[in-house]
């Protein structure tokens, strides 16, 4: 089995910062991309930023300069450093990852379960 387990949401006034955390674990062989993905109430989820295993980046044109996505592979943690966040940041954050589990080497992409980031204005 693969979890990936998502920490670091809360409740912050706008113009503050969060770290979200993103940790997988199990039956993993290898991790090629990992990031987040959003989903506001009445709204599509979209992409906010993503990580390949040799650390090329892609961000939301909405999230540029202010949120930095880093890696450590070794323990198959990814993270999302939030700053300057603004009410429209409000959202359940979601972690994904495009992985090889180690049982089937079938390729797939995983989700963690989501957590809650409230930006006040």
């Known amino acids: 089995q693969v979890q990936l387990v998502e920490s670091g949401g809360g409740l912050v006034q706008a113009g503050g910062s969060l770290r979200l955390s993103c940790a997988a674990s199990?039956?993993?062989?290898?991790?090629?991309?990992m990031g987040w993905y959003r989903q506001a109430p009445g709204k599509q989820r979209e992409l906010v930023a993503g990580?390949?295993?040799?650390?090329?980046?892609k961000y939301a044109d909405s999230v540029k300069g202010r949120f930095t996505i880093s890696r450590e592979n070794a323990v198959n943690i990814v993270y999302l450093q939030m700053n300057s966040l603004k009410p429209e940041d409000t959202a359940v954050y979601y972690c994904?990852?495009?992985?090889?589990?180690?049982?089937?080497?079938?390729?797939?992409?995983?989700w963690g379960q989501g957590t809650q980031v409230t930006v006040s204005s």
């Open positions: 994904y990852a495009d992985l090889i589990r180690s049982s089937s080497l079938d390729r797939g992409d995983y």
């Open positions: 199990g039956s993993i062989f290898d991790i090629d991309t």
């Open positions: 990580i390949t295993r040799d650390d090329s980046t």
